[in-house]
């Protein structure tokens, strides 16, 4: 049973253009969800998060909405680059814990 | 620059055979993790520690232990491997941002790509 949910699983985009990935999730007591971004080779690393008393968060190109009503959230890259090409994670955290519970992933590659 | 190394980075070893991996954090965080990644299952919590002394279980603890013996090391040990527990092993440690405790920020090694024959 994944309680995260991401979508889509892979995505290829043009240079340029807007990338749109979205999770959801059913547990109320989620509170902070981040965003992880993992090259190759290498460990994810964060990339940008959210409380859940704020809808919004943005930070350069890349924006990330949450919805509670909906338990959704949303990670917005604008002008997406070929150096954005990586897998993205969205992740939850029950409240008063750092456990993460990480989504399945979204392979993203930006074409040029 | 926070840092966290991992090692080593590739090992392969036998079914049945014991296997220890390593994590060092340089960043003297409390909260340290192990995760496998696998292809459909994303990343997955083994085990976590609070600080030096303590481990408790995560969401697929079985088949594995962990130990930490001071506040910068953390290893994961499997006594008796199984070509099941083939994977790559992603340690971090962990430091609260803002928000309170639920809002940590991880910091990842790069990996340990375990091949069990």
């Known amino acids: 049973q994944q309680q995260v949910r991401q979508s889509p699983q892979s995505l290829t985009v043009w240079e340029g253009g807007t990338t749109v990935l979205t999770c959801s999730y059913e547990d109320s007591t989620f509170n902070y969800f981040p965003w992880y971004q993992q090259f190759p080779g290498e460990g994810p690393a964060l990339l940008i998060s959210i409380l859940s008393v704020s809808d919004k968060k943005e930070d350069g190109r890349f924006t990330t909405f949450f919805n509670k009503r909906e338990k959704k959230l949303s990670l917005h890259i604008i002008d997406s680059q070929p150096g954005d090409s990586a897998t993205y994670f969205c992740?939850?955290?029950?409240?008063?814990?750092?456990?993460?519970?990480f989504g399945l992933g979204t392979t993203l590659q930006v074409q040029p | 620059e926070a840092a966290v190394t991992q090692s080593p980075r590739n090992k392969v070893a036998v079914t049945g055979g014991k296997v220890t991996l390593s994590c060092n954090q340089t960043n003297n965080h409390n909260n340290m993790y192990w995760y496998r990644q696998d292809t459909g299952h994303g990343l997955r919590l083994i085990h976590y520690?609070?600080?030096?002394?303590?481990?408790e279980k995560g969401d697929i603890p079985d088949g594995y232990k962990a130990s930490r013996p001071s506040q910068e090391n953390f290893s994961l040990i499997l006594e008796l491997a199984t070509p099941s527990q083939t994977s790559v092993y992603f340690c971090a440690s962990g430091d609260l941002n803002w928000g309170g405790p639920s809002a940590e920020t991880l910091y990842f090694g790069s990996g340990t790509r375990l091949t069990v024959l």
């Open positions: 520690s609070y600080g030096a002394g303590s481990t």
């Open positions: 992740a939850a955290s029950p409240g008063n814990t750092g456990k993460l519970i």
